[in-house]
């Protein structure tokens, strides 16, 4: 079955940095676009941007452009989230997603960015 698995979210101070992880298992990695959001306390869920199956091609939410990168190795089944810069505005849960006939989320990592 497919499962997506988040890893290194932490407590950050403002301006600092975290990579987050990915781990995807139960279906065929290379052949889907893969996303990640997030969702802040009171808020609804966000896009924070996707990348291609290669990996060539990735967007982002205004809010993250320049900050924020989106990469993966298909190698390794794994999809990250370089975080530079960050604000208290980025704190929130962020998910793993992709979708193969149907939406499937992983269960979240906990971002924090406050001094």
């Known amino acids: 079955q497919v499962q997506l698995v988040e890893s290194g979210g932490g407590l950050v101070n403002p301006g600092g940095s975290l990579r987050l992880s990915c781990a995807a298992s139960?279906?065929?990695?290379?052949?889907?676009?893969m996303s990640w959001y997030r969702q802040a306390p009171g808020k609804e869920r966000e896009l924070v941007g996707d990348?291609?199956?290669?990996?060539?091609?990735?967007n982002y939410t205004n809010s993250v452009k320049g900050r924020f990168t989106i990469s993966r190795d298909n190698t390794k089944n794994t999809m990250y989230l370089q975080m530079n810069s960050l604000k208290t505005d980025d704190t929130a849960v962020y998910y793993c997603?992709?979708?193969?006939?149907?939406?499937?989320w992983g269960q979240g990592t906990q971002v924090t960015v406050s001094s």
């Open positions: 997603h992709v979708a193969i006939v149907r939406i499937y």
């Open positions: 139960g279906f065929t990695f290379g052949l889907y676009t």
């Open positions: 990348i291609s199956p290669t990996g060539r091609l990735a």
